[in-house]
């Protein structure tokens, strides 16, 4: 089992930035990726972007050239660099970990955009 805990959602003003923060615990051995979903109101749940054990990243169109993606390995924990945000950016973002046989979800924080 792995468990999530994010941190670092707010609410800022259109063009401002957010650094959003997940820390994993339990068997984080196993972990072979890690990335950032964003949920809105009445909107299914997509990926934003992804980081894998190798370094290798992905991004939502949406997102690309805004957010940055990292990881501090030793410390288990996935960082998501949001800059020039929009309204459109305001979701809850949840973390999720991946294994080789599961993937598990954090609790989501939310982040709010305003024009």
């Known amino acids: 089992q792995v468990q999530l805990v994010e941190s670092g959602g707010g609410l800022v003003q259109a063009g401002g930035s957010l650094r959003l923060t997940c820390t994993a615990s339990?068997?984080?051995?196993?972990?072979?990726?890690m990335g950032w979903y964003r949920q809105a109101p009445g909107k299914q749940r997509v990926l934003v972007a992804q980081?894998?054990?190798?370094?290798?990243?992905n991004y939502a169109d949406s997102v690309k050239g805004r957010f940055t993606i990292s990881r501090d390995s030793a410390k288990n924990t996935v960082f998501l660099q949001m800059n020039i945000l929009e309204p459109e950016d305001t979701a809850v973002y949840y973390c999720?970990?991946?294994?080789?046989?599961?993937?598990?979800w954090g609790q989501g924080t939310q982040v709010t955009v305003s024009s």
């Open positions: 999720r970990s991946w294994d080789s046989r599961s993937n598990y």
């Open positions: 339990g068997n984080t051995f196993s972990i072979k990726a």
């Open positions: 980081i894998l054990i190798n370094g290798y990243t």
